[in-house]
């Protein structure tokens, strides 16, 4: 699981911000939302401009070199800080993986090119490269001084733990492995303007052929149903359809054509869910921007209940209450910080608080 992470110098980020997902309370409720003394699932809000978007997207910056799931391609435009371009954008993440501790910290330049990189676990050196420098923990990766010093100079920015990764045996308990797995099934996505994603898996699928391919249609109207009491009856496709179409008064239209924004949105959500299985880390942004609130509480339902950490971002303060999550797993980012509720105020907060009556009354301010 991740357990922290820091960023500083990306891009409205000038200053260092970090993230301390190990802070959890001793709340007897909502505890779904802890997994071993790890916050597992929470809301971020903020104001407009206060950098959610930008924040998750910095959390995924590790997809981009250790692997080869889908990328966003503008992912390096804006990537520094624009008062600072010359300088590097450092990235710390520490992870827990079955109690053991990995850290593991980055730097990249101003075209996302890896200049700096260091793996320590459980508070041991593996490796560590700075600008033209290498040193590596010898007993547990043997490497001649050949290798060393082009790991050093490093012309092609090859990551050291790719290259670890792919030029030694390791055993499927090696926390390389673990890392390597963690990072494979990450998933960011959002459904805004347009429809993007990072991470997961390598291709785009069109999600009508989709469910048609799947044989999910049956399945698809009984979560529109659950979610957001719309009643759909879709046509049973025909041989080589790859569009849905539902019965309106008896007569077929395309669903794509009648489907509202929100109902769109949930649709892509839907998709995801189905593969959601095999994540490790998910961030949606602004996941209920097309949502009425009483369906956003239902997805928020649903979404929790899943196995990996996940984590949304939201205007929506109906969400902030006792009801969904507690006050050590709803954050407020602004003002280049990230803190969960309980730590915004000396109050100390209970179970029966109103905590949405209290943001708004300025308690957390």
């Given amino acids: 699981m991740l357990c922290k992470f ?33 916050i597992k699932n929470g809301i971020i809000y903020g104001p407009n401009g206060s950098g959610k978007s930008n924040f998750g997207l910095a959390i995924f910056d590790i997809v981009n070199h250790l692997s080869q ?12 800080f624009a008062g600072k371009q010359k300088s590097t954008v450092d990235f710390e993440y520490v992870f827990n993986f079955d109690n053991q501790i990995i850290n593991y910290s980055y730097s990249k330049n101003a075209q996302g090119v890896l200049k700096i990189e260091k793996l320590v676990v459980d508070d041991e050196i593996i490796f560590e490269r700075n600008l033209g420098s290498f040193s590596i923990n010898n007993k547990e990766f043997p490497m001649d001084e050949k290798i060393q010093n082009n790991l050093a100079n490093n012309a092609n920015n090859v990551s050291i733990v790719s290259f670890l990764l792919t030029s030694y045996p390791l055993a499927d308990d090696s926390y390389l492995i673990k890392l390597q797995n963690f990072v494979n099934s990450m998933l960011w996505f959002r459904s805004l303007e347009d429809r993007e994603f990072i991470g ?55 669903f794509q054509g009648v ?6 949105s949930l649709t892509l959500l839907y998709y995801w869910l189905k593969q959601m299985e095999k994540t490790s880390f998910v961030f949606i942004d602004e996941f209920d921007a097309f949502y009425h609130f009483k369906l956003s509480k239902n997805i928020c339902r649903k979404l929790f209940e899943l196995n990996c950490q996940l984590f949304l971002t939201s205007h929506n303060t109906l969400l902030l209450c006792n009801d969904l999550l507690r006050p050590d797993c709803n954050f407020l980012l602004d003002k280049n910080k990230i803190r969960a509720i309980h730590d915004c105020t000396d109050k100390e907060l209970r179970e029966g608080h ?3 009556k209290l943001f708004r009354g300025g308690t957390f301010d």
């Fill in 354 to 356: 109103n905590i949405e």
């Fill in 259 to 264: 489907a509202s924004t929100g109902t769109h």
């Fill in 6 to 38: 820091a960023v500083t110098n990306y891009r409205g980020f000038e200053q260092r911000i970090e993230w301390d997902l190990t802070k959890s309370r001793d709340y007897a409720f909502n505890t779904f939302a802890i997994k071993n003394k790890i």
């Fill in 200 to 254: 997961l898996t390598t291709n785009i699928n069109i999600i009508d052929e989709y469910i048609i391919r799947h044989n999910l249609i049956k399945d698809f109207e009984k979560f529109l149903f659950d979610v957001s009491e719309q009643k759909f009856e879709f046509m049973q496709p025909r041989i080589n359809d790859k569009q849905l179409f539902c019965f309106i008064k008896g007569v077929p239209v395309l």
């Fill in 69 to 80: 799931k889908w990328k966003k391609p503008d992912y390096y435009t804006n990537f520094v």
